[in-house]
């Protein structure tokens, strides 16, 4: 599902516009048995309106943020900044999920203030175990204490 789905239970939020890409992250989520709603905002513009709505108190903030760097409208880095300015979202765990391996990338991403940098996997297997890291995240006792 894209866009706004029941977002009065905990939820993930995906910025990514690869589709492809969504479904294996739901996919690496349901095989590591994490049964939380998984929001997608196929682009920037999107996902930086729904950070407002979040804000404004519209809707509870997400429990994790998974974000590709290359969206269109408006790109991952500024996403990535307004989630770390955002009273509601500042302190959730956020994980950049990019195409792109270079260093300034990760080095960028990370000092704006990325929980964790990773490459998007190139198999299935490596995918799948992205769902263990993303779970990892979610059920962390530091996550716990800085979320709502």
Request: proline fraction near 5%; hydrophobic fraction near 45%; charged fraction near 25%.
């Amino acid at each position: 599902m894209t866009g706004i789905a029941d977002v009065s239970k905990p939820y993930i939020l995906v910025a990514e516009d690869n589709s492809g890409d969504v479904s294996l992250i739901r996919l690496a989520l349901a095989e590591r048995g994490v049964a939380l709603e998984v929001v997608v905002h196929a682009d920037g513009e999107k996902a930086m309106k729904f950070l407002g709505e979040v804000d404004a108190g519209t809707c509870a903030g997400p429990e994790l943020v998974v974000l590709d760097l290359n969206l269109p409208r408006i790109n991952g880095r500024d996403v990535l900044a307004r989630i770390r300015n955002s009273p509601a979202c500042g302190k959730i765990p956020v994980v950049v999920f990019s195409s792109s391996d270079s260093a300034r990338d990760r080095d960028e991403a990370l000092s704006l203030g990325a929980t964790l940098y990773m490459k998007k996997p190139s198999n299935l297997g490596d995918f799948l175990e992205v769902g263990t890291l993303l779970k990892g995240l979610i059920e962390s006792p530091l996550h716990a204490d800085s979320s709502r």
